[in-house]
């Protein structure tokens, strides 16, 4: 399994915030362009996909510049204690992910440390009711890319389907069939969004190539 680490705060993201702290002020990451920095010849892609149903994930791969999410992960990976981090990179985390998704708020972050390949999230969904029944989920990707997959959850109805050996084949038949993966690219970001939680597992399987870490910031909003 990844280290995990969870931090709940108070939601730290208010336009008045927004205006002192600039980050991709107004507009969808990837449609705006950072305080300070050159513009870009290439337009940051943004990519949605419709699973069906009311779920979409929103994948944005340069959701944070090549350097900054290096320094983003150097910090992270060196600089913080793990068992106690500072409560000041939530806040700039959650307003930068604010920001890019206008309407979006997060008062809770979960970090999770992959250090080589060996380490997973197996399948699973967010589906808690502390989360409420379309949870908005960011997940900020740095350092070594990994697979995240989501697949159809397995239907009460399809499991109860057949007894013994043919019942459980096809169950997992259902699982494989509607399956989505995406490659989370150091400094992408990765959203879930409407009844994915609900209709949805996601995974980020274990790699034998893979020999160096990941870090990733999962942002939620956790119903008070
Ligand atoms: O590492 C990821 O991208 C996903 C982590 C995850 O699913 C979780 O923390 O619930
Ligand atoms: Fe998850």
Redesign the pocket.
């Known amino acids: 399994m990844?280290s995990?680490l969870r931090l709940v705060g108070p939601t730290p993201s208010t336009d008045a915030d927004s205006a002192q702290n600039p980050g991709i002020s107004g507009k969808a990451a990837g449609e705006g362009e950072r305080v300070g920095e050159a513009k870009t010849p290439e337009p940051p892609r943004r990519e949605v996909t419709d699973l069906g149903g009311g779920s979409e994930v929103v994948y944005i791969p340069r959701f944070v510049a090549r350097e900054k999410a290096w320094e983003w992960f150097d910090y992270l990976d060196k600089s913080i204690p793990w068992t106690r981090p500072e409560i000041r990179v939530f806040g700039r985390s959650a307003n930068q992910v604010h920001e890019a998704l206008p309407g979006s708020y997060f008062n809770s972050l979960?970090l999770?440390r992959?250090k080589t390949g060996s380490d997973y999230?197996s399948w699973?969904a967010?589906d808690e009711p502390l989360y409420g029944p379309t949870p908005e989920i960011a997940?900020v990707?740095f350092g070594c890319e990994r697979d995240?997959l989501l697949r159809k959850k397995p239907t009460k109805s399809k499991a109860t389907s057949g007894s013994g050996e043919a019942g459980r084949k096809q169950l997992k038949v259902t699982a494989s069939q509607k399956q989505h993966s995406f490659l989370?690219k150091h400094g992408s970001l990765?959203v879930m969004r409407g009844y994915t939680q609900r209709d949805w597992q996601?995974s980020?399987p274990k790699r034998a190539k893979v020999s160096s870490p990941r870090i990733?910031l999962?942002f939620r909003h956790v119903l008070s």
């Open positions: 990844a995990r979960l999770n992959y999230v699973h967010d997940s990707t995240f989370l990765l996601h980020v990733n999962t």
